[in-house]
């Protein structure tokens, strides 16, 4: 792969994967603005990840027979209007249809874009390759939110979604100019897209694995802000502890690919979920020593996004063709864990001590661990 095609395939997954959380950034302008709730807006954020993992697998069905190339540029398309009606909206049910159809659009968008980097790479560096390409989802975490609600308090909401637009139009030139066409054909042929699984059991527990690792992260980082103001943090502390576990996030991507080239992905998920359950154990010891709290925040979020291009390498051994289809699984189960997590994490809080939900994450990722041990080479 070319370093303008990886820069495409990273730019547009930043842009998607950065609408996902958005509206955290902006609830309050959007809320102000439309006289909705504050707990209503933030619904649009469940919205999209109910929509992402229910519809993700169905259109990637639909798809797998067609070339990438066109796919990719449809779901940018249908990804505008999304944002078009986002952008237009002054109901919660408009809002609503908005983040449907960009949800629809960027679950194909993602997964047809990781396809495509295994198809295009080499497989010597396929995990490196893919985990450049996955840092664009993580620094959507780091930069994404901030950069909207900056944008959105000086210029009002509304301005973000077209410069969305303008960007989505920018990655959809890259597209067409960059991905070469014969090379996709070369590698699978229209009508030979279906990917047959090696091993259905090897598959499934990589999905489990990300389904533990987002459930037992997302009941800490949903509530990090009364967590840490439980303890004397301020809401600063709570943004510098969020660009912290977004900066970690994005070191723990490029580590956990390079690691699959030389290790493997059962032994890069293992090594990472050990030293991920290990910082989740000790988060509770380190409140009152902010230094040492900041420090396992950074290699809390490092090991848990290590894990995401382990798992994608993972799945890609036990198949055969296109990795569409288990790409989509995956991104549903990531989908699913974040709004498990933020459930069970509000359930906990309201009936124990806060303090120690990352020991109940730790119970959760445990239950991911024992998955990874069970993976055949």
Request: no cysteine; charged share 10%; glycine share 10%.
């Amino acid at each position: 792969m070319n370093k303008k095609l990886i820069v495409t395939f990273t730019v547009g997954i930043f842009l998607l994967g950065m609408m996902e959380l958005i509206v955290s950034g902006i609830l309050e302008l959007m809320s102000s603005d439309l006289g909705i709730s504050h707990a209503l807006t933030g619904q649009l954020i469940t919205v999209y990840a109910i929509s992402f993992a229910v519809f993700g697998p169905i259109l990637i069905r639909l798809t797998e027979n067609l070339n990438s190339k066109p796919v990719v540029l449809l779901s940018l398309v249908v990804f505008i209007i999304g944002n078009v009606v986002f952008g237009l909206a002054d109901t919660f049910f408009m809002l609503s249809v908005g983040r449907v159809i960009t949800a629809m659009a960027a679950a194909v968008f993602i997964v047809k874009i990781l396809d495509m980097t295994v198809v295009l790479s080499e497989p010597r560096v396929r995990g490196k390759m893919l985990a450049t390409v996955y840092m664009g989802f993580s620094a959507a975490n780091v930069f994404g939110i901030p950069i909207g609600t900056i944008i959105g308090a000086q210029f009002g909401w509304r301005i973000i979604f077209l410069l969305v637009i303008i960007l989505a139009i920018l990655v959809g030139i890259g597209v067409i100019l960059f991905v070469n066409s014969k090379a996709l054909d070369s590698d699978i042929q229209p009508g030979e897209q279906k990917s047959r699984i090696t091993s259905k059991r090897n598959v499934s527990l990589y999905i489990a694995v990300t389904l533990a690792v987002l459930i037992g992260n997302y009941i800490i980082l949903g509530y990090i802000s009364p967590l840490m103001t439980s303890h004397g943090y301020t809401l600063e502390n709570v943004s510098m502890a969020l660009l912290i576990t977004g900066a970690g996030g994005m070191t723990g991507t490029y580590i956990g690919g390079n690691l699959v080239d030389k290790i493997g992905a059962k032994r890069t998920v293992i090594t990472m979920l050990s030293f991920f359950l290990l910082s989740l154990f000790m988060m509770p010891f380190l409140y009152d020593t902010p230094i040492l709290f900041y420090i396992n925040v950074f290699l809390w979020a490092l090991f848990q996004w290590a894990t995401s291009p382990a798992v994608q390498g993972g799945l890609v051994d036990n198949i055969e063709g296109s990795s569409s289809n288990v790409f989509s699984w995956n991104m549903s189960a990531l989908n699913l864990g974040i709004g498990i997590g933020a459930v069970i994490g509000g359930i906990f809080i309201n009936n124990f001590d806060i303090s120690y939900g990352p020991w109940l994450g730790f119970v959760i990722v445990f239950i991911g661990m024992i998955a990874a041990f069970n993976i055949r080479n």
